[in-house]
């Protein structure tokens, strides 16, 4: 017999891609560590993003902040894709967006291009 009154936790309907770039950062965790700060208009369903910074005190994030192309690309996306996270992790440095459910999960052309693009940011430092 089914439970008619079902815990709401356990296995949940979120996605979330990662895009691994191979760099041993060995002590200077604190280089690659990045995440986007985003200027926007309008409210809800209509926001739209102005504007991308980098915000991290590491060398990736001034590196990023001074790729005018990247931060364009970046600004065409919608606020969920153009949250992108920059953090180190054993061995390798990770580049992610956030969660998703099934139905949205997936990622665009654009959205590779833009992941492709801090890649070579993170591997040229």
């Known amino acids: 017999m089914q439970d008619p009154n079902p815990l709401y936790w356990g296995a949940q309907d979120r996605f979330q891609a990662h895009f691994i770039v191979r760099k041993d950062v060995g002590a200077s965790v604190i280089d690659y560590l990045a995440k986007t700060k985003l200027t ?3 409210h809800f369903g209509a ?3 102005v504007k991308v910074e980098w915000d991290g005190a590491g060398s990736i994030s001034s590196k990023l902040n001074e790729d005018n192309e990247l931060n364009e690309m970046i600004v065409k996306q919608s606020v969920k894709y153009a949250t992108i996270y920059v953090e180190p992790t054993e061995g ?16 665009t052309k654009e959205l590779f291009e833009i992941y492709d693009r801090i890649a070579g940011h993170i591997k040229s430092i």
Do not use: E, Q
């Open 40 to 42: 926007t208009k309008g």
């Open 92 to 107: 390798a440095v990770r580049i992610r967006s956030k969660w998703d459910n099934h139905l949205a999960f997936g990622i």
């Open 47 to 49: 926001k739209t993003v």
